[in-house]
């Protein structure tokens, strides 16, 4: 399923999707400031992970409608996103450690690491869960990735690729993705 666009958006439209991007920026906007604030209770660092979705999914539909929106327009709202990105992983990177937030000692964020280790694949099999398969075989996935990327005439991360690959109703591991632009485009992922 590919998504065709007929016409640029109407200055109605830009609007619209300007005041709803400026509405999710806004409030992780103000959480970074908390974050860079000087007295930041621990627990707030808890809510990074969730802005961090909150904002990546942002990134990777805004990348999508790229071509529909004036591009000064595009890059300044863009630019916005990638930084408090960036604050976000430079905070989260400053989180205390647990026993600071009042619970038992290791990393804020440590815990996540472990579901991708022999107990998460343990518990996925306790409650009968399987890893994700990739909806394209090898081969779609580089014709995809390939068109996906001449057809934009741009240089995408694999974040932004993702976004791209899941619009045209596809899905694929962040590893694999990964490596075709390495593959396809070394020069663009050494600029990057």
Request: glycine share 8%; net charge negative; aromatic share 8%.
């Given at each position: 399923?590919?998504?065709?666009?007929?016409?640029?958006?109407?200055?109605?439209?830009?609007?619209?999707v300007?005041?709803?991007v400026?509405?999710?920026?806004?409030?992780?906007?103000?959480?970074?400031?908390t974050?860079?604030?000087?007295?930041v209770?621990?627990?707030?660092?808890?809510?990074?992970?969730?802005?961090q979705?909150?904002?990546?999914?942002?990134i990777?539909?805004?990348?999508?409608?790229?071509?529909?929106?004036?591009?000064?327009?595009?890059?300044?709202?863009?630019?916005?996103m990638?930084?408090?990105r960036?604050?976000?992983?430079?905070?989260?990177?400053?989180?205390?450690?647990?026993?600071?937030?009042?619970?038992?000692?290791g990393p804020?964020?440590?815990?996540?690491?472990?579901?991708?280790?022999?107990?998460g694949?343990r518990?996925m099999?306790?409650?009968?869960?399987?890893?994700?398969?990739?909806?394209?075989?090898?081969e779609?996935?580089?014709?995809?990735?390939?068109?996906?990327?001449?057809?934009?005439?741009?240089?995408?991360?694999?974040?932004?690729m993702?976004?791209l690959?899941?619009?045209?109703?596809?899905?694929?591991?962040?590893?694999?993705?990964?490596?075709?632009?390495?593959?396809?485009?070394?020069?663009?992922?050494?600029?990057?």
């Amino acid at each position: 399923m590919s998504v065709q666009h007929e016409a640029p958006f109407t200055e109605e439209e830009v609007l619209e999707v300007v005041q709803l991007v400026d509405s999710i920026l806004l409030p992780i906007h103000d959480f970074i400031a908390t974050l860079n604030g000087l007295a930041v209770a621990p627990e707030t660092y808890l809510r990074i992970p969730s802005c961090q979705e909150q904002l990546q999914n942002l990134i990777d539909h805004f990348s999508v409608i790229h071509d529909l929106i004036p591009r000064p327009t595009y890059d300044k709202y863009f630019v916005s996103m990638l930084l408090a990105r960036d604050q976000l992983f430079e905070a989260e990177a400053r989180a205390p450690p647990l026993s600071e937030a009042g619970a038992d000692g290791g990393p804020l964020f440590g815990t996540l690491q472990v579901e991708h280790g022999p107990t998460g694949n343990r518990h996925m099999k306790e409650w009968g869960l399987e890893r994700r398969q990739s909806t394209l075989n090898d081969e779609e996935l580089f014709s995809l990735v390939v068109r996906l990327k001449t057809g934009l005439g741009l240089f995408y991360g694999e974040r932004a690729m993702m976004g791209l690959i899941k619009a045209e109703g596809h899905w694929a591991p962040r590893w694999k993705i990964r490596a075709l632009l390495r593959q396809i485009d070394p020069e663009g992922i050494r600029a990057r």
